[in-house]
């Protein structure tokens, strides 16, 4: 059974510095993984994915994160954050080839709080 | 992009009423639906997968005859909460999946919280 932890439940950072937000994985298949971002009271945003290709993926608004396969990780990064990136993160994993018609598993998210 | 509406954003009921939660993807074809409930503070728990002209498949403890689920099209999935209880007040957020561009990734509308009275 796949399994997505989220190692940091809150993470508070000084507007400017630069941040990680840690996603650890487990599967015994390839996978599928994302990152969404929460705003209060709202759905969830698409921020990044990967599916296949290149490692390292990015986002239009400054997050990129990478697949490592050995490390089954998946954490995102930003260099620069801003108050506006104040939200909660949740880490997804689904299995491609599974009959599960592309079900996703939860990590439990992070609270990335961005402090002036 | 990829749109996806719930409506209504937010309702209030009286206890033993009946609440319907509309899902629609705006700019894609969704063959498949999903139905979540999202408690304060907690992540996402998947109540629910609907495709498009089948019956819904439900989790493990997640009641089918109290949480009726739809998926007449593919644009539209709808949730109805029977019979509503003051323990289903939650955030419900739905999600569409389709083929092509949109294969492999969810897509998901911006929530109904539901509180009952």
């Known amino acids: 059974a796949q399994s997505v932890t989220q190692l940091d439940s809150q993470v508070p950072v000084f507007e400017e510095a630069p941040v990680e937000l840690r996603c650890n994985y487990s599967s015994s298949v390839s996978v599928y993984l994302f990152w969404y971002v929460q705003y209060p009271n709202q759905g969830l945003q698409l921020l990044l994915k990967?599916?296949?290709?290149?490692?390292l993926v990015e986002s239009i608004n400054g997050f990129e994160a990478e697949f490592n396969k050995s490390q089954t990780s998946f954490h995102l990064r930003k260099p620069s954050v801003h108050i506006s990136d104040t939200a909660e993160y949740f880490c997804a994993v689904s299995d491609p080839g599974s009959s599960n018609t592309g079900k996703l598993i939860f990590g439990q998210g992070t609270t990335l709080q961005v402090k002036p | 992009g990829a749109v996806v509406s719930q409506h209504p954003s937010w309702v209030i009921c009286k206890s033993g009423t009946s609440v319907k939660i509309e899902c629609r993807s705006l700019?894609?074809?969704?063959?498949?639906m999903f139905w979540y409930r999202q408690f304060p503070k907690q992540s996402l728990m998947l109540m629910a997968t609907s495709n498009e002209g089948s019956k819904a498949t439900y989790e493990q403890g997640v009641e089918k005859d109290k949480f009726l689920i739809n998926h007449a099209s593919l644009t539209l999935s709808t949730l109805t909460v029977t019979s509503a209880h003051p323990e289903d007040s939650s955030f419900y957020i739905c999600?569409?999946?389709?083929?092509?561009?949109?294969?492999?990734?969810?897509?998901f509308g911006p929530g109904t919280r539901l509180t009952v009275l």
């Open positions: 700019d894609f074809q969704a063959t498949t």
């Open positions: 999600s569409a999946s389709g083929g092509g561009p949109k294969a492999g990734t969810q897509y």
């Open positions: 990967y599916l296949s290709g290149s490692t």
